[in-house]
């Protein structure tokens, strides 16, 4: 089986069990899904656009753990025992999400045992990411942490244009200073001189990437 | 089936496909089941002992992701398509330990889809952990990033003595320092101040928790 015919597999299974019928349920841009607190017993489904995961501390800081999008899964801490959302779930485009009650989706689990590795190998993924966050955080600079963090954006998020690689979604320096954990005016500091050296251009919310090569050469200083 | 019962069954399961027989492979204290850099296909489950996992950068420096016991798995990430190995994983006590070909655990797991949702908890449970530690080192100074450490050591590693609760395994104040992501010195200083303040006591890499009242209270600060 492909990847594609598989990615469609699962979407197919997960309809069949999801709370809504067809498409989903459709959230727009910075609509919120959850909030940290909210109790709730569903995993959910992006069958398009973006979402953000983060911690916000008692004080308000945010620290965005991750943007999912398209075939992925979120909220799966339910599976785990959590009746409380410790993160903040937004869209940040919007959204075509299928919610699934956690009780359906471990039958489905039993029925499907194939479905068990894919998300298995989705957990794996997800923790190495949020591991080699860690690892930045403590080990880098945040000129360093800013050119991993916009290659990991490219990666996943990046669609080429002729000026180069813009990531496919609006985002502040707040937002990025969120990501690598840094405060907003040490982000912007760090991005404006990435924009001197010719790396980047940004306005008006669109980061574009125009050397790619040189900025993979920053995301390996130290 | 109660939880105990269902770690048996685990055992007992990933016991038949052991490369090992019987009791697994016995790992001394300090020896290193496998270096960052090592080519390997297999998933590891402790029979009994602890394990610590940790990420050395280029230069060296470590810091400890996680401490892992009896009934846990680790190299999971071979799940995930990943050859070779990104951490360290090294006894710290004596450990009995079973090495699992991927491919053999991936067939069990099609063929006990229970066993496929008990990896997920214990995957998600992982997760969770390692977000709770880029919260912490984002927003919160060293001596309560101590504290909390403290807490989840003798939570998970904790054994009563008549002076208190002791961390079950020697450990050394670099240790601690390399599982918060503090330079040693600070680490030092913040340990003692918990012992002036007669929380805890450390002597010759003991560490007892004498009052855990007090600790969780240190733990709640910024």
């Known amino acids: 089986m492909t990847i594609e015919k598989e990615s469609e597999r699962i979407a197919e299974e997960l309809a069949k069990i999801s709370k809504q019928t067809n498409d989903g349920k459709l959230y727009k841009k910075d609509e ?13 489904y992006i069958k398009e656009g973006r979402v953000k995961l983060a911690y916000l501390d008692e004080s308000g800081r945010k620290l965005t753990l991750a ?20 993160l903040l779930a937004q869209a940040i485009q919007d ?23 894919k998300i298995l190998e989705l957990f794996g993924q997800r923790t190495r990411e949020i591991e080699r966050k860690l690892e930045d955080l403590v080990f880098k600079d945040i000129p360093t942490r800013l050119s991993r963090q916009l290659l990991k954006l490219i990666e996943e998020h990046g669609r080429r244009t002729p000026e180069g690689i813009q990531i496919d979604f609006k985002i502040t320096h707040k937002e990025l200073a969120d990501m690598i954990g840094s405060a907003r005016e040490n982000t912007t500091s760090a991005l404006n001189l990435l924009e001197r050296e010719g790396i980047l251009d940004k306005r008006r919310y669109r980061i574009v990437i125009k050397d790619e090569e040189r900025l993979r050469e920053k995301s390996r200083a130290f």
Chains 1, 2 share one sequence.
């Open 32 to 44: 919120i899904i959850y909030h940290p607190g909210d109790e709730d017993d569903s995993l959910y």
């Open 67 to 86: 943007i999912v999008g398209e075939g992925e899964i979120f909220g799966e801490m339910v599976l785990v025992g959590q009746h409380r959302r410790e």
């Open 95 to 117: 959204a075509r999400i299928y919610e699934i009650e956690k009780g359906r989706f471990l039958e489905l689990i039993q029925r499907e045992p194939w479905l068990a590795l």
